[in-house]
Protein backbone atom coordinates (compact mmCIF):
# COMPACT_ATOMS: atom_id res chain seq x y z
CA UNK A 1 0.00 0.00 0.00
CA UNK A 2 1.09 3.38 -0.60
CA UNK A 3 0.64 4.91 2.79
CA UNK A 4 2.43 7.67 1.56
CA UNK A 5 -0.81 8.12 -0.61
CA UNK A 6 -3.52 7.09 2.04
CA UNK A 7 -3.23 10.12 3.56
CA UNK A 8 -4.32 10.50 7.21
CA UNK A 9 -5.81 13.80 8.60
CA UNK A 10 -5.99 12.33 12.04
CA UNK A 11 -2.07 11.20 11.94
CA UNK A 12 -1.27 12.90 14.99
CA UNK A 13 -4.17 12.19 17.27
CA UNK A 14 -4.51 8.83 15.92
CA UNK A 15 -2.20 6.08 16.59
CA UNK A 16 -4.06 3.23 14.71
CA UNK A 17 -3.56 4.72 11.26
CA UNK A 18 -2.50 2.68 8.79
CA UNK A 19 -3.47 0.28 6.08
CA UNK A 20 -7.53 -0.14 5.46
CA UNK A 21 -8.64 -3.83 6.46
CA UNK A 22 -11.67 -5.21 5.11
CA UNK A 23 -12.99 -8.41 5.26
CA UNK A 24 -15.59 -10.06 3.01
CA UNK A 25 -19.27 -10.24 4.27
CA UNK A 26 -21.12 -12.95 2.93
CA UNK A 27 -24.41 -11.67 0.88
CA UNK A 28 -26.05 -15.21 2.35
CA UNK A 29 -25.19 -15.82 5.82
CA UNK A 30 -24.95 -19.53 7.21
CA UNK A 31 -25.48 -21.60 3.87
CA UNK A 32 -26.97 -24.69 3.71
CA UNK A 33 -24.15 -27.51 4.53
CA UNK A 34 -23.35 -28.72 0.86
CA UNK A 35 -24.09 -25.70 -0.83
CA UNK A 36 -21.46 -24.06 -2.59
CA UNK A 37 -17.39 -23.84 -1.90
CA UNK A 38 -17.16 -20.89 0.88
CA UNK A 39 -14.32 -18.35 0.68
CA UNK A 40 -12.90 -16.47 3.41
CA UNK A 41 -11.60 -13.20 2.31
CA UNK A 42 -8.99 -10.78 4.41
CA UNK A 43 -8.68 -6.91 2.00
CA UNK A 44 -5.08 -4.94 3.61
CA UNK A 45 -3.41 -1.93 2.22
CA UNK A 46 -4.87 1.01 0.56
CA UNK A 47 -8.55 1.78 -1.50
CA UNK A 48 -6.60 -0.25 -5.11
CA UNK A 49 -5.86 -3.09 -3.22
CA UNK A 50 -9.43 -2.62 -2.03
CA UNK A 51 -10.74 -2.31 -5.69
CA UNK A 52 -8.58 -5.43 -6.50
CA UNK A 53 -10.58 -7.58 -3.66
CA UNK A 54 -13.97 -6.12 -5.30
CA UNK A 55 -12.60 -7.59 -8.40
CA UNK A 56 -11.26 -11.03 -7.25
CA UNK A 57 -14.69 -11.66 -5.31
CA UNK A 58 -16.75 -10.60 -7.72
CA UNK A 59 -15.27 -13.10 -10.09
CA UNK A 60 -15.10 -15.57 -7.46
CA UNK A 61 -18.92 -14.69 -7.18
CA UNK A 62 -19.97 -15.03 -10.53
CA UNK A 63 -18.55 -18.44 -10.64
CA UNK A 64 -20.93 -19.74 -7.82
CA UNK A 65 -18.78 -19.45 -4.74
CA UNK A 66 -20.04 -18.55 -1.13
CA UNK A 67 -18.42 -16.12 1.22
CA UNK A 68 -17.60 -17.72 4.61
CA UNK A 69 -17.63 -14.95 7.96
CA UNK A 70 -15.13 -16.99 9.84
CA UNK A 71 -12.10 -18.34 8.57
CA UNK A 72 -12.87 -21.86 10.15
CA UNK A 73 -15.66 -22.33 8.43
CA UNK A 74 -14.06 -21.76 4.77
CA UNK A 75 -12.57 -23.83 2.41
CA UNK A 76 -10.24 -21.54 1.39
CA UNK A 77 -8.72 -18.14 2.95
CA UNK A 78 -7.61 -15.52 0.51
CA UNK A 79 -5.42 -12.40 1.85
CA UNK A 80 -4.91 -9.71 -0.23
CA UNK A 81 -1.68 -7.95 1.05
CA UNK A 82 0.05 -4.73 1.57
CA UNK A 83 3.74 -4.48 1.22
CA UNK A 84 4.67 -0.99 1.18
CA UNK A 85 5.39 0.05 4.30
CA UNK A 86 7.70 -2.80 6.49
CA UNK A 87 4.86 -2.15 9.39
CA UNK A 88 2.40 -2.85 6.50
CA UNK A 89 3.99 -6.02 5.75
CA UNK A 90 3.92 -6.92 9.37
CA UNK A 91 0.46 -6.60 9.22
CA UNK A 92 0.18 -8.67 6.36
CA UNK A 93 2.51 -11.54 7.59
CA UNK A 94 -0.03 -11.84 10.69
CA UNK A 95 -3.14 -11.50 8.64
CA UNK A 96 -1.57 -14.98 7.02
CA UNK A 97 -0.91 -16.24 10.31
CA UNK A 98 -4.03 -15.96 11.28
CA UNK A 99 -5.20 -17.64 8.40
CA UNK A 100 -2.61 -20.47 8.38
CA UNK A 101 -3.90 -21.31 12.28
CA UNK A 102 -7.44 -20.96 11.64
CA UNK A 103 -7.83 -22.61 8.53
CA UNK A 104 -4.76 -23.67 6.65
CA UNK A 105 -5.31 -23.16 3.15
CA UNK A 106 -4.37 -20.34 2.36
CA UNK A 107 -3.38 -18.22 -0.65
CA UNK A 108 -1.77 -15.31 -0.79
CA UNK A 109 -1.86 -12.06 -3.42
CA UNK A 110 -1.67 -8.37 -3.37
CA UNK A 111 1.61 -6.09 -2.96
CA UNK A 112 3.59 -8.66 -0.96
CA UNK A 113 3.06 -11.38 -3.23
CA UNK A 114 5.40 -9.55 -5.69
CA UNK A 115 8.23 -10.61 -3.22
CA UNK A 116 6.85 -14.19 -2.42
CA UNK A 117 10.20 -16.07 -0.86
CA UNK A 118 9.65 -13.48 2.03
CA UNK A 119 6.24 -14.67 2.19
CA UNK A 120 7.29 -18.61 1.62
CA UNK A 121 9.90 -18.49 4.10
CA UNK A 122 7.61 -17.88 6.75
CA UNK A 123 4.71 -20.04 5.49
CA UNK A 124 6.00 -22.76 3.25
CA UNK A 125 2.54 -24.34 3.42
CA UNK A 126 0.58 -21.77 1.70
CA UNK A 127 -1.55 -23.38 -1.72
CA UNK A 128 -0.20 -19.99 -3.59
CA UNK A 129 1.09 -16.71 -3.75
CA UNK A 130 0.29 -14.22 -6.70
CA UNK A 131 1.61 -10.67 -7.39
CA UNK A 132 -0.42 -7.78 -7.31
CA UNK A 133 -3.43 -7.30 -10.28
CA UNK A 134 -3.19 -11.12 -10.65
CA UNK A 135 -6.12 -11.53 -10.66
CA UNK A 136 -6.52 -14.44 -13.04
CA UNK A 137 -3.62 -16.18 -10.98
CA UNK A 138 -5.58 -16.23 -8.16
CA UNK A 139 -9.02 -17.34 -9.46
CA UNK A 140 -6.84 -20.20 -10.94
CA UNK A 141 -5.89 -21.10 -7.78
CA UNK A 142 -9.09 -20.80 -5.92
CA UNK A 143 -10.23 -23.24 -8.64
CA UNK A 144 -7.08 -25.78 -7.86
CA UNK A 145 -7.74 -25.89 -4.53
CA UNK A 146 -11.47 -26.11 -4.11
CA UNK A 147 -13.44 -26.30 -7.57
CA UNK A 148 -16.91 -23.79 -8.33
CA UNK A 149 -19.88 -25.61 -7.93
CA UNK A 150 -21.32 -25.54 -11.02
CA UNK A 151 -24.80 -24.29 -11.48
CA UNK A 152 -25.95 -22.61 -14.66
CA UNK A 153 -28.72 -21.12 -13.44
CA UNK A 154 -26.69 -19.04 -10.59
CA UNK A 155 -27.50 -15.69 -10.94
CA UNK A 156 -25.71 -14.25 -7.24
CA UNK A 157 -23.96 -11.09 -8.64
CA UNK A 158 -25.40 -8.01 -8.55
CA UNK A 159 -24.54 -5.87 -11.70
CA UNK A 160 -22.09 -3.29 -10.37
CA UNK A 161 -20.26 -6.30 -8.33
CA UNK A 162 -19.04 -7.04 -5.61
CA UNK A 163 -18.25 -3.95 -3.27
CA UNK A 164 -16.55 -4.38 0.36
CA UNK A 165 -17.11 -0.34 0.38
CA UNK A 166 -21.01 0.66 1.70
CA UNK A 167 -23.48 0.90 -0.44
CA UNK A 168 -23.66 4.31 -0.86
CA UNK A 169 -20.20 4.94 -1.74
CA UNK A 170 -17.55 3.15 -3.75
CA UNK A 171 -13.85 3.54 -5.17
CA UNK A 172 -13.21 3.92 -8.98
CA UNK A 173 -9.95 2.90 -9.73
CA UNK A 174 -8.89 4.14 -13.43
CA UNK A 175 -5.16 2.95 -13.90
CA UNK A 176 -2.72 0.30 -12.77
CA UNK A 177 1.13 1.28 -11.61
CA UNK A 178 2.91 4.29 -11.53
CA UNK A 179 5.86 5.52 -14.11
CA UNK A 180 7.29 7.93 -11.69
CA UNK A 181 10.19 6.90 -9.84
CA UNK A 182 9.79 8.67 -6.67
CA UNK A 183 12.72 7.82 -4.38
CA UNK A 184 11.33 6.73 -1.36
CA UNK A 185 8.73 4.27 -3.29
CA UNK A 186 8.81 1.10 -4.27
CA UNK A 187 5.26 1.11 -5.84
CA UNK A 188 6.77 0.75 -9.54
CA UNK A 189 8.82 -2.07 -8.76
CA UNK A 190 5.76 -3.91 -7.44
CA UNK A 191 2.43 -2.87 -9.97
CA UNK A 192 5.15 -1.93 -12.41
CA UNK A 193 4.46 1.57 -14.69
CA UNK A 194 1.17 3.59 -15.46
CA UNK A 195 -1.77 1.22 -17.34
CA UNK A 196 -4.43 3.15 -18.01
CA UNK A 197 -8.19 1.67 -18.36
CA UNK A 198 -10.42 2.97 -21.58
CA UNK A 199 -12.14 5.95 -20.34
CA UNK A 200 -15.51 3.99 -21.97
CA UNK A 201 -14.62 1.28 -19.49
CA UNK A 202 -14.21 3.43 -16.51
CA UNK A 203 -17.16 5.85 -17.37
CA UNK A 204 -19.48 2.20 -17.85
CA UNK A 205 -18.36 0.74 -14.15
CA UNK A 206 -19.87 4.27 -12.61
CA UNK A 207 -22.75 4.03 -14.66
CA UNK A 208 -23.59 0.76 -13.20
CA UNK A 209 -22.71 1.86 -9.82
CA UNK A 210 -24.85 4.93 -9.64
CA UNK A 211 -27.86 2.92 -11.29
CA UNK A 212 -26.99 0.58 -8.48
CA UNK A 213 -27.43 3.62 -5.74
CA UNK A 214 -23.69 4.62 -5.21
CA UNK A 215 -23.88 8.26 -4.28
CA UNK A 216 -20.37 8.85 -4.26
CA UNK A 217 -17.17 8.00 -6.79
CA UNK A 218 -13.88 8.26 -5.78
CA UNK A 219 -11.55 8.03 -7.98
CA UNK A 220 -8.39 6.30 -7.15
CA UNK A 221 -4.96 5.32 -9.02
CA UNK A 222 -1.21 5.62 -8.13
CA UNK A 223 -1.21 8.86 -10.18
CA UNK A 224 -4.58 10.01 -11.18
CA UNK A 225 -3.49 13.42 -12.99
CA UNK A 226 -1.31 11.17 -15.51
CA UNK A 227 -4.20 9.21 -16.21
CA UNK A 228 -4.51 8.37 -20.13
CA UNK A 229 -0.70 9.34 -20.85
CA UNK A 230 0.78 5.64 -21.26
CA UNK A 231 -2.38 5.30 -24.01
CA UNK A 232 -2.14 8.29 -25.54
CA UNK A 233 -5.09 9.90 -24.41
CA UNK A 234 -6.61 7.05 -26.74
CA UNK A 235 -10.32 7.43 -27.57
CA UNK A 236 -12.84 5.43 -26.60
CA UNK A 237 -16.73 5.22 -27.46
CA UNK A 238 -18.93 6.41 -24.80
CA UNK A 239 -22.67 7.09 -25.87
CA UNK A 240 -22.72 8.93 -28.45
CA UNK A 241 -19.64 10.55 -28.49
CA UNK A 242 -15.78 9.75 -28.22
CA UNK A 243 -14.39 10.22 -25.21
CA UNK A 244 -10.36 10.67 -24.57
CA UNK A 245 -8.22 9.12 -22.10
CA UNK A 246 -7.18 12.15 -20.31
CA UNK A 247 -7.68 13.70 -16.81
CA UNK A 248 -9.96 16.37 -17.92
CA UNK A 249 -12.29 14.71 -20.13
CA UNK A 250 -13.04 11.56 -17.85
CA UNK A 251 -13.31 14.12 -15.03
CA UNK A 252 -16.13 15.58 -16.76
CA UNK A 253 -17.51 13.17 -17.88
CA UNK A 254 -17.92 11.21 -14.57
CA UNK A 255 -19.37 14.74 -13.54
CA UNK A 256 -22.31 13.98 -15.88
CA UNK A 257 -23.47 10.74 -14.10
CA UNK A 258 -25.00 12.38 -10.84
CA UNK A 259 -23.42 11.29 -8.50
CA UNK A 260 -20.76 13.21 -6.18
CA UNK A 261 -17.41 12.52 -7.42
CA UNK A 262 -13.91 13.35 -5.79
CA UNK A 263 -10.57 12.99 -6.93
CA UNK A 264 -7.79 10.84 -5.24
CA UNK A 265 -3.88 10.94 -5.58
CA UNK A 266 -3.91 14.22 -7.81
CA UNK A 267 -0.42 15.62 -8.20
CA UNK A 268 0.18 19.47 -9.02
CA UNK A 269 0.47 19.21 -13.18
CA UNK A 270 -0.38 22.10 -14.81
CA UNK A 271 -3.42 20.79 -16.60
CA UNK A 272 -5.08 20.19 -13.05
CA UNK A 273 -5.84 23.88 -13.52
CA UNK A 274 -8.39 22.82 -16.16
CA UNK A 275 -10.62 21.10 -13.64
CA UNK A 276 -11.40 23.72 -11.02
CA UNK A 277 -14.09 25.25 -12.98
CA UNK A 278 -15.45 21.67 -13.01
CA UNK A 279 -15.37 22.37 -9.04
CA UNK A 280 -16.45 26.01 -9.21
CA UNK A 281 -19.85 24.69 -11.75
CA UNK A 282 -20.06 21.57 -8.69
CA UNK A 283 -19.96 19.29 -11.56
CA UNK A 284 -17.54 17.59 -9.33
CA UNK A 285 -16.54 18.19 -5.68
CA UNK A 286 -13.97 20.91 -4.51
CA UNK A 287 -12.26 18.73 -3.33
CA UNK A 288 -8.24 17.79 -4.35
CA UNK A 289 -6.02 14.76 -2.57
CA UNK A 290 -2.79 15.96 -3.24
CA UNK A 291 0.22 14.05 -1.72
CA UNK A 292 2.85 16.70 -1.53
CA UNK A 293 5.03 14.92 1.00
CA UNK A 294 7.11 18.30 1.32
CA UNK A 295 7.63 22.04 0.13
CA UNK A 296 11.37 22.46 0.48
CA UNK A 297 12.64 22.54 -3.29
CA UNK A 298 15.94 20.40 -1.68
CA UNK A 299 14.05 18.07 -0.28
CA UNK A 300 11.76 17.40 -2.70
CA UNK A 301 14.59 17.15 -5.77
CA UNK A 302 15.98 14.54 -3.63
CA UNK A 303 12.38 12.93 -3.48
CA UNK A 304 12.41 12.96 -7.34
CA UNK A 305 8.95 14.13 -7.16
CA UNK A 306 6.55 14.78 -10.21
CA UNK A 307 5.20 18.17 -11.18
CA UNK A 308 6.25 21.75 -10.57
CA UNK A 309 6.50 22.12 -6.74
CA UNK A 310 8.03 25.33 -6.83
CA UNK A 311 5.09 27.01 -7.92
CA UNK A 312 2.33 25.75 -5.83
CA UNK A 313 1.58 27.78 -3.82
CA UNK A 314 0.75 30.13 -6.77
CA UNK A 315 -1.20 27.43 -8.23
CA UNK A 316 -3.72 27.07 -5.08
CA UNK A 317 -3.88 30.90 -4.44
CA UNK A 318 -5.79 30.72 -8.44
CA UNK A 319 -7.03 27.67 -7.67
CA UNK A 320 -9.04 29.22 -4.56
CA UNK A 321 -9.69 32.31 -6.22
CA UNK A 322 -11.59 30.01 -8.87
CA UNK A 323 -13.55 28.00 -6.25
CA UNK A 324 -13.55 29.50 -3.00
CA UNK A 325 -14.94 26.06 -1.44
CA UNK A 326 -12.10 24.03 -2.75
CA UNK A 327 -11.21 21.57 0.40
CA UNK A 328 -7.37 20.30 -0.25
CA UNK A 329 -6.11 17.98 1.51
CA UNK A 330 -1.77 16.42 1.28
CA UNK A 331 0.38 13.98 2.94
CA UNK A 332 3.64 14.70 3.99
CA UNK A 333 7.03 13.04 4.79
CA UNK A 334 8.76 14.31 8.18
CA UNK A 335 12.61 12.81 8.85
CA UNK A 336 13.16 12.34 5.20
CA UNK A 337 17.22 11.10 4.74
CA UNK A 338 19.42 14.29 5.56
CA UNK A 339 16.31 16.54 6.34
CA UNK A 340 18.00 19.09 8.04
CA UNK A 341 16.24 21.52 10.86
CA UNK A 342 16.31 24.11 8.23
CA UNK A 343 14.68 22.22 5.43
CA UNK A 344 11.85 21.15 7.65
CA UNK A 345 11.14 24.93 8.62
CA UNK A 346 10.78 25.63 5.06
CA UNK A 347 8.37 23.04 4.97
CA UNK A 348 6.21 24.41 8.41
CA UNK A 349 6.51 27.92 6.58
CA UNK A 350 4.60 26.75 3.52
CA UNK A 351 2.04 25.21 5.29
CA UNK A 352 1.37 28.19 7.02
CA UNK A 353 1.02 29.47 3.70
CA UNK A 354 -0.88 27.43 1.96
CA UNK A 355 -3.38 26.79 5.20
CA UNK A 356 -4.73 23.15 3.56
CA UNK A 357 -7.83 21.98 5.01
CA UNK A 358 -6.83 18.32 5.88
CA UNK A 359 -3.00 17.42 6.40
CA UNK A 360 -1.44 13.73 7.31
CA UNK A 361 2.44 13.44 8.00
CA UNK A 362 4.28 10.28 8.23
CA UNK A 363 7.81 9.90 9.57
CA UNK A 364 10.28 8.45 7.02
CA UNK A 365 10.06 5.34 6.87
CA UNK A 366 13.29 2.73 5.20
CA UNK A 367 11.52 0.23 2.94
CA UNK A 368 13.69 -2.47 1.79
CA UNK A 369 14.53 -1.51 -1.73
CA UNK A 370 13.78 2.33 -2.32
CA UNK A 371 16.68 4.58 -3.43
CA UNK A 372 16.16 7.32 -0.60
CA UNK A 373 17.56 5.24 1.76
CA UNK A 374 21.45 5.95 0.50
CA UNK A 375 20.44 9.49 0.08
CA UNK A 376 21.36 11.20 3.05
CA UNK A 377 22.02 10.67 6.79
CA UNK A 378 19.03 9.08 8.34
CA UNK A 379 17.30 11.23 10.44
CA UNK A 380 16.84 10.07 14.46
CA UNK A 381 13.74 8.45 15.58
CA UNK A 382 13.56 10.69 17.95
CA UNK A 383 13.93 13.77 15.52
CA UNK A 384 11.31 12.49 13.29
CA UNK A 385 8.78 12.01 16.27
CA UNK A 386 9.57 15.58 17.25
CA UNK A 387 9.02 17.06 13.74
CA UNK A 388 5.97 15.27 12.86
CA UNK A 389 4.43 16.90 16.39
CA UNK A 390 5.35 20.62 16.04
CA UNK A 391 4.09 19.87 11.86
CA UNK A 392 1.01 18.51 13.57
CA UNK A 393 0.66 21.06 15.94
CA UNK A 394 0.84 24.02 13.46
CA UNK A 395 -1.74 21.90 11.13
CA UNK A 396 -4.27 21.57 14.03
CA UNK A 397 -4.20 25.15 14.41
CA UNK A 398 -5.15 25.61 10.68
CA UNK A 399 -7.69 23.40 10.52
CA UNK A 400 -9.52 24.23 13.49
CA UNK A 401 -9.21 27.96 12.34
CA UNK A 402 -10.68 27.05 8.67
CA UNK A 403 -13.32 24.76 10.40
CA UNK A 404 -14.58 27.39 12.54
CA UNK A 405 -15.41 29.26 9.67
CA UNK A 406 -18.16 27.14 8.55
CA UNK A 407 -19.80 27.64 11.67
CA UNK A 408 -23.32 29.02 10.19
CA UNK A 409 -23.34 27.86 7.29
CA UNK A 410 -25.15 25.18 5.68
CA UNK A 411 -23.34 22.51 3.76
CA UNK A 412 -24.17 19.65 2.41
CA UNK A 413 -23.54 16.09 4.21
CA UNK A 414 -24.14 12.37 2.69
CA UNK A 415 -25.07 10.25 5.52
CA UNK A 416 -22.83 7.52 6.11
CA UNK A 417 -24.49 6.28 9.53
CA UNK A 418 -27.67 6.82 12.16
CA UNK A 419 -27.13 6.53 15.44
CA UNK A 420 -28.98 7.27 18.48
CA UNK A 421 -30.63 9.95 16.96
CA UNK A 422 -27.50 11.36 15.38
CA UNK A 423 -26.80 10.89 11.93
CA UNK A 424 -22.94 10.79 10.99
CA UNK A 425 -22.30 11.96 7.24
CA UNK A 426 -19.24 13.99 5.64
CA UNK A 427 -19.44 17.24 3.99
CA UNK A 428 -17.92 17.69 0.21
CA UNK A 429 -14.95 18.56 1.95
CA UNK A 430 -14.66 14.86 3.78
CA UNK A 431 -13.66 11.63 2.03
CA UNK A 432 -14.76 8.11 3.83
CA UNK A 433 -11.92 6.89 5.86
CA UNK A 434 -9.67 10.11 6.40
CA UNK A 435 -10.79 13.01 6.71
CA UNK A 436 -13.64 14.58 9.40
CA UNK A 437 -17.37 13.50 10.04
CA UNK A 438 -20.19 15.94 10.28
CA UNK A 439 -22.83 14.89 13.34
CA UNK A 440 -26.02 15.92 12.74
CA UNK A 441 -28.79 15.96 14.90
CA UNK A 442 -32.50 15.43 13.15
CA UNK A 443 -36.27 15.35 13.11
CA UNK A 444 -37.41 14.03 9.81
CA UNK A 445 -36.21 10.57 8.74
CA UNK A 446 -32.98 9.99 7.33
CA UNK A 447 -31.27 7.36 6.23
CA UNK A 448 -27.94 6.35 4.83
CA UNK A 449 -26.69 6.98 1.43
CA UNK A 450 -29.02 10.37 1.72
CA UNK A 451 -27.51 13.83 0.91
CA UNK A 452 -29.57 16.33 2.95
CA UNK A 453 -28.29 19.98 4.30
CA UNK A 454 -26.68 20.24 7.71
CA UNK A 455 -27.03 23.70 9.76
CA UNK A 456 -23.55 23.68 11.12
CA UNK A 457 -23.62 25.54 15.09
CA UNK A 458 -20.14 23.93 16.12
CA UNK A 459 -16.47 23.01 14.57
CA UNK A 460 -13.75 20.89 15.93
CA UNK A 461 -10.39 20.70 14.36
CA UNK A 462 -11.51 17.71 12.65
CA UNK A 463 -15.17 17.28 13.08
CA UNK A 464 -18.42 19.74 12.53
CA UNK A 465 -21.53 19.32 15.03
CA UNK A 466 -25.30 20.83 13.75
CA UNK A 467 -28.86 19.94 12.52
CA UNK A 468 -30.35 18.37 9.43
CA UNK A 469 -32.15 21.41 8.18
S1 LIG B 1 3.84 8.86 -7.63
FE1 LIG B 1 5.71 8.42 -6.49
S2 LIG B 1 4.91 7.85 -4.44
FE2 LIG B 1 3.21 7.64 -5.83
S3 LIG B 1 3.25 5.48 -6.54
FE3 LIG B 1 4.36 6.71 -8.04
S4 LIG B 1 6.49 6.50 -7.42
FE4 LIG B 1 5.22 5.95 -5.63
Known amino acids: ?34 AAPKISFVSLGCPKALVDSERILTHLRAEGYELARRHDGADVVIVN ?18 AMAENGRVIVTGCMGAQPE ?18 ESVVAAVHEAV ?54 DVLREAEKLVKAGVKELLVVSQ ?61 VLPYLDMPLQHASPSVLKRMRRPGNQ ?26 FPGETEAEFEELLAWLQEAKLDRVGCFEYEPVAGATANALGDP ?4 VKAE ?32 EGGVAKGRSKADAPEIDGTVHAAFRRPVRVGDIVTVKIDRAEAYDLYGTVA
Open 1 to 34: MCLFHRSHARAASDPSNGPMTATASPTSPGSAPG
Open 81 to 98: TCGFLDSAKAESLAAIGE
Open 387 to 418: RKRRFMEAQNGIALRLQRAKVGRRLAMIVDAV
Open 147 to 200: PPAHDPFLDLVPPQGIKLTPRHYAYLKISEGCSNRCSFCIIPSLRGNLVSRPAA
Open 310 to 335: ERQLDRIRSWRATCPDLAIRSTFIVG
Open 223 to 283: DTSAYGVDIRYAESPWRDRQVRAKFYDLTKELGELGAWVRLHYVYPYPHVDEVIPLMAEGK
Open 379 to 382: VPPA
Open 118 to 135: EIREKYPDLLAVTGPQAY
